[in-house]
């Protein structure tokens, strides 16, 4: 069935330095691609989202590529802050159905 | 705050026994959606309501059952519980049925099951 693809599992970087999370999808379908911030606690937030006819989109330190050819789509995060910290989940969305990979727990190191 | 409850916040039962979650859509929402959350196990999506109707199902077990009400508020019920099923439980809901549209979360509902 189709599925989403998402690496790494866990991801540390130093603060200040850029932090990039990747994902691939099967669905050919597939339109639409958020992404949601979880901070520990509370439930997913979107943070950014990207539909296929767009290549890339920014929105300050966040920005987002897609790769539709290769099916994989991507969240860059620049000068990263403490209050990055959270796990991030990537999704793949068409009409009938949304399907999340299974997140990337970032850690923003002092 | 994403404008979507959840209730209760904590939940703690008994293997066998019987509980029901509830959820109450931002305001103008028509979709709801039910996702079980499990340590490393991601947001597994289990079954979508729309105006009433459901309209999508995940991997939902059977001992596991959804409505939507028509003041649009939702209630998962989740019978003869068994340990593997302690986990978060989240809703969400949209304004559209479909799956290219934005989903607002709530803050979920830690069931844990002794």
């Known amino acids: 069935g189709e599925n989403v693809e998402q690496h790494p599992s866990t991801l540390s970087v130093q603060e200040g330095d850029s932090a990039v999370i990747k994902c691939t999808y099967s669905d050919s379908a597939s339109n639409y691609f958020p992404w949601y911030k979880q901070e520990l606690g509370k439930g997913p937030q979107l943070i950014i989202d990207?539909?296929?006819?767009?290549g890339e989109k920014k929105d300050q330190r966040i920005a987002v590529t897609l790769n539709k050819t290769a099916k994989h789509f991507s969240l860059h995060i620049t000068e990263t802050q403490p209050e990055d910290s959270a796990v991030y989940f990537c999704?793949?969305?068409?009409?009938?159905?949304?399907?999340f990979g299974k997140g990337t727990r970032l850690h923003i190191l002092p | 705050d994403s404008g979507v409850t959840q209730t209760p916040k904590h939940l703690i039962t008994a293997t066998g026994q019987r509980v029901t979650l509830r959820c109450s859509p931002r305001?103008?929402?028509?979709?709801v959606y039910w996702y079980q959350q499990s340590l490393d196990q991601g947001l597994q999506f289990l079954i979508q309501y729309y105006n009433g109707e459901e309209r999508a199902k995940g991997n939902i077990l059977e001992r596991f059952s959804a409505q939507q009400f028509p003041d649009l508020h939702s209630e998962l019920n989740l019978s003869s519980l068994e340990l593997g099923d302690s986990a978060l439980y989240f809703c969400?809901?949209?304004?559209?049925?479909?799956?290219?549209?934005?989903?607002?979360f709530g803050p979920g509902t830690r069931l844990t099951v002794l």
């Open positions: 305001s103008g929402d028509l979709s």
């Open positions: 999704a793949a969305g068409r009409d009938d159905k949304i399907i």
């Open positions: 969400a809901s949209s304004v559209q049925s479909t799956g290219d549209n934005e989903q607002f």
């Open positions: 990207i539909r296929s006819n767009v």
